[in-house]
């Protein structure tokens, strides 16, 4: 039953069964794993006397009086009932429920579980749930809260979840006898059933460490398995020192020792006769590019070709522009790969590639076509390694053989979770700035200060510098109207607030030659103001541009809001970046003090896990990694390092666990990562 599609459930029609599609439930098994996002406590009964203003609370009371009708006026009735429970009345009052009074049986027992208030001593509770005492469902327990959308209720989702498990004992175990009896964990069935109903949160812990177990334990063998993988295989022996230095000393500026340090760190790899797989993490403009230029020297004098894949055409096209002028003295032939070229100019670049002619070939996902055919690479670099899936990169390695892969990102990550999302990689940290960097002045602000906000973009254009306003992304579930909304905030701005300067917008919905048309006319200074989306995040590189607005900065995570300021302080001016806050609580107020105290990417990546937790602050799919659904890296810490020590013991001792136990791991671990491993975990 488990495997069959979710209208195998009652009442689960057509309709509803594309609802619950939405949200990647399809079979009853789906269901089974599809985790609630909190819980409500229902299951403490409160004497009416003992109730506290404004808790939540669930009574067991009778009704004292018949469920009253008022008409208010067209659209609006109220349902008034009095209850006891012997030790106090509550009064209750729904809003346009006119069933109640046919459906409530007053001679019953019910529970009611809502907000209490209590005004001068009389308790009251509006819209509260209620049921029978003697036939309760989702009162007198501890209730699930799901994750939504558009028109499915938790009701819904609730009853259905009662449905599936009923076949909860259908479920496969899924975690080997000896992990379980060591480790003191519950079996698939127990955890699931206390996932979603539990009887008391201290069965509610046991199904999550089980649960949180299970995930983090099979992510990181994994991870050891593919990092066992590639240390075994052999890699293009690379020479590389005396090239490296002879490009660093080539350089009319000195390199910072974190710089220095990461390209030692890359030369030793890839002449050790191993594939190298590095990561190189630092902030915007820390220098990450150069590094990864000296590696691709080293490369290329060693008579291999280099390849480096950017996420978009401008940052492609930015890399190519900076990588030539870097290698252009020594004589190496660089080119550029696109998707937006002729068909005449892509036949010519893959003869270029083919023939070996082509050095180094930077691109954008136009490199991984079947029609690229290389010569001899030996070196794949990826620039904003987050942006790509896991089968992105590879299908750009495989392009050769036993190919050294080095990717860069400009979000620095906490180590912590870097040794989850990359357990296959070395990782580099370039953590220095290069001198003379000015840190970026950034402060919040809120709508009162927009005047004065206005009047300093236009001095900071009138003395020749250019302008960034980010809007809100619109998401792709936005209606076309949402979407005109961010166009027609650029339009007014132009035609009132800055109808002397020359105000443009960008948005990630534009065709791509029309967006990138845009940001080249930004980039070549023919833009004063750009109103965009986050699709600026990761962009061009324009000095010239020294000051960012952020709008409804409260709706960006932390990592977010300072990506999107990595994009001013290029240039030799002071750089602000300045934020319109328009509330969202504590969390927002704790994202702005922290985003105007430092520019330390490291320190606001770590604050932004633990603000936010791993899911948000970096999200797995994007990666290529399977979700975590019930683990917190940052909260669950001490598990984490439980898992690994597990994790450890059964890697190095794969050959001598039990047939079927082995069987059952390998098998977890590629339905983990099913979408994007071809499986092979040997």
């Known amino acids: 039953m488990i495997n069959n599609g979710i209208n195998s459930i009652k009442s689960?029609?057509?309709?509803?069964?594309?609802?619950?599609?939405?949200?990647g439930i399809y079979t009853v098994e789906d269901m089974l794993k599809?985790?609630?996002?909190?819980?409500?406590?229902?299951?403490?009964?409160?004497?009416?006397?003992?109730?506290?203003?404004?808790?939540?609370?669930?009574?067991?009371?009778?009704?004292?009086?018949?469920?009253?009708?008022?008409?208010?006026?067209?659209?609006?009735?109220?349902?008034?009932?009095?209850?006891?429970?012997?030790?106090?009345?509550?009064?209750?009052?729904?809003?346009?429920?006119?069933?109640?009074?046919?459906?409530?049986?007053?001679s019953a027992e019910y529970y009611f579980y809502g907000k209490a208030t209590v005004r001068n001593h009389r308790v009251e509770m509006s819209n509260p749930i209620y049921e029978k005492a003697d036939t309760a469902e989702f009162t007198n327990k501890i209730v699930p809260v799901y994750p939504l959308t558009a028109k499915l209720t938790q009701k819904i989702m609730q009853t259905t979840q009662i449905e599936c498990l009923k076949y909860v004992g259908e479920l496969p175990e899924t975690l080997p006898g000896f992990l379980r009896e060591k480790y003191t964990l519950c079996g698939i069935d127990y955890a699931v059933s206390n996932i979603h109903f539990p009887e008391t949160f201290e069965k509610y812990g046991y199904a999550k460490k089980r649960l949180a177990f299970e995930e983090l334990f099979y992510l990181q063998t994994a991870m050891r398995l593919l990092r066992n993988k590639r240390t075994t295989t052999n890699g293009i022996v690379i020479d590389g020192n005396n090239f490296a230095c002879e490009f660093v000393e080539s350089l009319p500026f000195k390199l910072t020792d974190d710089q220095?340090?990461?390209?030692?760190?890359?030369?030793?790899?890839?002449?050790?006769?191993?594939?190298?797989?590095?990561?190189?993490?630092?902030?915007?403009?820390?220098?990450?590019?150069?590094?990864?230029?000296?590696?691709?020297y080293a490369v290329i004098k060693n008579g291999y070709q280099a390849v480096m894949m950017a996420p978009t055409e401008i940052l492609a096209n930015q890399h190519f522009e900076s990588v030539s002028k870097m290698l252009n003295g020594f004589g190496i032939k660089t080119i550029l790969l696109t998707g937006s070229?002729?068909?005449?100019?892509?036949?010519?670049?893959?003869?270029?590639?083919?023939?070996?002619?082509?050095?180094?070939?930077?691109?954008?996902?136009?490199?991984?076509?079947?029609?690229?055919?290389?010569?001899?690479?030996?070196?794949?670099?990826?620039?904003?390694?987050?942006?790509?899936?896991?089968?992105?990169?590879?299908?750009?390695?495989?392009?050769?053989?036993?190919?050294?892969?080095?990717?860069?990102?400009?979000?620095?990550?906490?180590?912590?979770?870097?040794?989850?999302?990359?357990?296959?990689?070395?990782?580099?940290?370039?953590?220095?700035?290069?001198?003379?960097?000015?840190?970026?002045?950034?402060?919040?602000?809120?709508?009162?200060?927009?005047?004065?906000?206005?009047?300093?973009?236009?001095?900071?254009?009138?003395?020749?510098r250019q302008?960034?306003?980010?809007?809100?992304?619109?998401?792709?579930?936005?209606?076309?109207?949402?979407?005109?909304?961010?166009?027609?905030?650029?339009?007014?701005?132009?035609?009132?607030?800055?109808?002397?300067?020359?105000?443009?917008?960008?948005?990630?919905?534009?065709p791509a030659k029309e967006k990138d048309a845009v940001m080249n006319d930004f980039y070549n200074g023919e833009i004063d103001i750009l109103v965009s989306t986050t699709v600026i995040e990761v962009g061009v590189n324009v000095p010239n541009a020294n000051t960012m607005i952020i709008e409804n900065a409260e709706r960006f995570g932390l990592s977010q809001l300072h990506q999107l300021r990595g994009r001013?302080?290029?240039?030799?001016?002071?750089?602000?970046?300045?934020?319109?806050?328009?509330?969202?609580?504590?969390?927002?107020?704790?994202?702005?003090?922290?985003?105007?105290?430092?520019?330390?990417?490291?320190?606001?990546?770590?604050?932004?896990?633990?603000?936010?937790?791993?899911?948000?602050?970096?999200?797995?799919?994007?990666?290529?990694?399977?979700?975590?659904?019930?683990?917190?890296?940052?909260?669950?810490?001490?598990?984490?390092?439980?898992?690994?020590?597990?994790s450890e013991y059964v890697v190095s001792n794969f050959s001598k666990l039990n047939k079927s136990d082995a069987k059952m791991i390998k098998e977890q671990i590629v339905k983990m990562f099913q979408d994007v491993s071809n499986g092979d975990f040997s």
């Open 568 to 646: 001013v302080g290029r240039g030799k001016w002071q750089s602000y970046c300045i934020m319109f806050c328009q509330g969202g609580g504590e969390v927002a107020k704790e994202r702005m003090d922290i985003m105007t105290k430092t520019n330390d990417g490291f320190e606001i990546s770590q604050k932004d896990l633990e603000i936010r937790g791993p899911g948000e602050f970096f999200g797995t799919r994007q990666h290529g990694l399977p979700e975590l659904k019930m683990a917190n890296i940052y909260e669950d810490s001490d598990l984490l390092k439980v898992t690994g020590e597990a």
């Open 12 to 23: 689960i029609g057509p309709a509803r069964e594309k609802l619950f599609n939405k949200l």
């Open 341 to 464: 070229m002729t068909a005449r100019e892509k036949r010519e670049a893959y003869e270029k590639i083919k023939t070996g002619e082509a050095q180094f070939v930077i691109g954008t996902h136009a490199l991984i076509q079947k029609e690229v055919e290389f010569r001899n690479i030996a070196l794949v670099i990826t620039d904003e390694q987050h942006r790509f899936g896991v089968k992105q990169r590879s299908a750009l390695s495989v392009k050769g053989e036993n190919t050294h892969t080095l990717v860069m990102t400009a979000t620095p990550i906490p180590r912590t979770l870097a040794l989850i999302l990359y357990g296959d990689l070395d990782i580099s940290s370039v953590k220095q700035m290069p001198p003379g960097r000015k840190p970026v002045s950034t402060y919040s602000v809120d709508e009162g200060m927009r005047e004065r906000i206005n009047k300093f973009i236009s001095k900071q254009v009138s003395e020749g």
């Open 34 to 106: 599809y985790y609630p996002r909190s819980y409500e406590d229902r299951s403490n009964i409160v004497n009416i006397c003992d109730i506290i203003d404004g808790e939540n609370i669930l009574i067991k009371a009778c009704a004292v009086t018949v469920v009253r009708n008022n008409r208010i006026r067209r659209g609006l009735s109220l349902q008034k009932l009095r209850v006891t429970d012997s030790t106090g009345i509550v009064e209750i009052t729904w809003f346009n429920q006119d069933w109640i009074a046919k459906n409530l049986d007053i």
């Open 467 to 510: 302008v960034y306003i980010v809007c809100p992304a619109v998401e792709l579930s936005e209606t076309m109207e949402e979407l005109k909304a961010v166009t027609q905030f650029a339009e007014d701005l132009k035609a009132k607030t800055f109808k002397n300067h020359r105000v443009a917008f960008v948005h990630g919905k534009m």
């Open 260 to 296: 220095l340090k990461v390209i030692d760190e890359i030369v030793l790899d890839m002449s050790s006769g191993k594939k190298m797989n590095r990561l190189v993490q630092g902030d915007v403009g820390c220098g990450k590019t150069v590094v990864a230029v000296a590696s691709a």
